[in-house]
């Protein structure tokens, strides 16, 4: 039967560093790459063996496929990686320090723009230091300038339905390697969470996520691989 594995990167430099990141580019910490190669090692012992990876464009997430792989012993399956499993663009506050800010605009504010279904953060300016619009890898791509969960979801479902689902509904075992709110978007999808409720649903880095899908493609509960 189809086997789903969501994955959150590993600790980030600016996870670390308390920092909002959304699209921006920070590479894994030591201990973030001790928790992907855990995840893997995991992954090997409970024998669940993904054939297939997704991740999106972003170092952390790549590097957290690839250590989690490779402790699995799976690093030569095909991947695939897409911007539309980036993490949610945090607009303007991309690299504000996530403290100073609670200090500066108040605790109940920054939870409505890291929290909220459908208030996006303010907007990053065209001249901002973070802007990504010379990156390469987004060549043809609309960046967005800031996005909410809802408009995160409104770019990961598509790609969930067109590329994801068909591979599972073969029978692979897919492993997504992603980042917080883009696998916020999925799990509410697939657990059926309301808009009210997601709020609550924070996904830990570096931590297994399995759903068993049945022969009609209907996802059963998600629970974590570390306590199966
Ligand atoms: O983009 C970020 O800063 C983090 O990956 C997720 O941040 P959040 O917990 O504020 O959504």
Known sequence: MPKLILVRHGQ??????????GWWDVDLTPQGVAEATA???????????????????????IKTLHLALEAAGRLWI???KDWRL??????????????ETRDKHGDEQVLIW???????????????AYDLASDPRYAG???????????????????????ILPVLARGETVIIAAHGN?????????????DADITDLEIPTGQPIIYDFDADMVPGARYYLKDA
């Open 12 to 21: 980030s430099q600016w996870n670390l560093e308390n920092r909002f990141t």
């Open 39 to 61: 995840a893997g090692a995991l992954l090997r012992e409970k024998g669940v063996l993904p054939s297939y990876a997704f991740t999106s464009l972003q170092t952390r997430a």
């Open 78 to 80: 095909p991947e695939t």
């Open 86 to 99: 980036n993490e949610r663009h945090y607009g303007g506050m991309t690299g504000l320090d996530k403290q």
């Open 114 to 128: 890291r929290r909220s279904f459908d208030v996006p953060p303010p907007v990053l300016e065209a001249d901002s």
């Open 141 to 163: 791509i609309a960046i967005p300038n800031t996005e909410s969960l809802k408009l995160t979801i409104e770019r990961v479902l598509p790609y969930w339905e067109e590329a």
């Open 182 to 194: 883009s696998l916020r978007a999925l799990v509410k999808h697939l657990s059926g969470i309301s």
